[in-house]
């Protein structure tokens, strides 16, 4: 019997580990992008990011005993890295089926975000019903999707403008009548741009919405601690500890 060299057996070790999944390692790697008040430009921080999901994945860490290393990338970007095993997960990821067939999604969403309008301080009432759009002139982010019917609705005079924030700037000079946009991020925008006594939100809401969810790659071997993810989302929902974390970003 051939005896094997303790040197080959220690470098074949060295190389198993050094290409096993990032969560072997106790450490997972998050690619996302900004987009606030979830992802917040944040020189100050670490990871360059502040908001909602950071103040999330700061407990996640803490309840899993592991390390989550936040990488920025495009979204088209770090979907890709996702299908390819190049990542580990990514948060507020809204559920498609193409996605589904790279991803798999923690089964709780962790929040729900949806289409809003906003008007000029005292003209707020006079939005009561989807009907009560008729005639408004309102401003939207270029390319953007709210809900339907409002998207394929031909007859809204809608006004296409590069942001949301240009939105309200226009809506805060009286050049627009409504702006639509996404709540929470659109009630953060007025919050940071000083809109807060000018705006406010229409009386009427559409019903339509999205859940955000946390979504695994499925080449990650992270995908094994989904059962611990969806636990503590499902804890910090219940005790208000989300909304907690939600309310200081609005």
Known sequence: MKRIRPALVLGACLIAMATLPSYAQNRLVMVTEAWAPFRIND????????????????????????KIEIQ??????????LRNGQADFCTGAAYT??????????????FVVQPVFYALKGQAGSVKSY??????????SIDS???EPYNSDTSLKK???????????MLSLGRIDLGIGTEPNISYDVSISGYRSQLVRVDWI?????DLFFAFSKKS?????????DAVLKRMLADGTIEKIANKYR
């Open 43 to 66: 020189g100050s921080a670490i990871s360059g990011f502040s908001g909602i999901d950071i103040d999330i994945i700061s407990i996640l860490e803490r309840e899993l005993g592991i």
């Open 72 to 81: 920025r990338h495009p979204w088209a970007r770090a979907l890709e890295m």
């Open 97 to 110: 089926a193409e996605r589904a067939q790279f991803m798999e999604y923690v089964p709780t969403s962790y």
């Open 131 to 140: 009907g009560d759009l008729k005639g408004k002139i309102i401003g939207q």
């Open 145 to 147: 999707f709210y809900f």
């Open 159 to 169: 006004l296409d403008l590069p942001t949301e924030k240009q939105v309200l700037l």
């Open 206 to 210: 559409p019903v339509a919405h999205t």
């Open 221 to 229: 071997s992270g995908v094994s601690l989904i059962p611990r993810v």
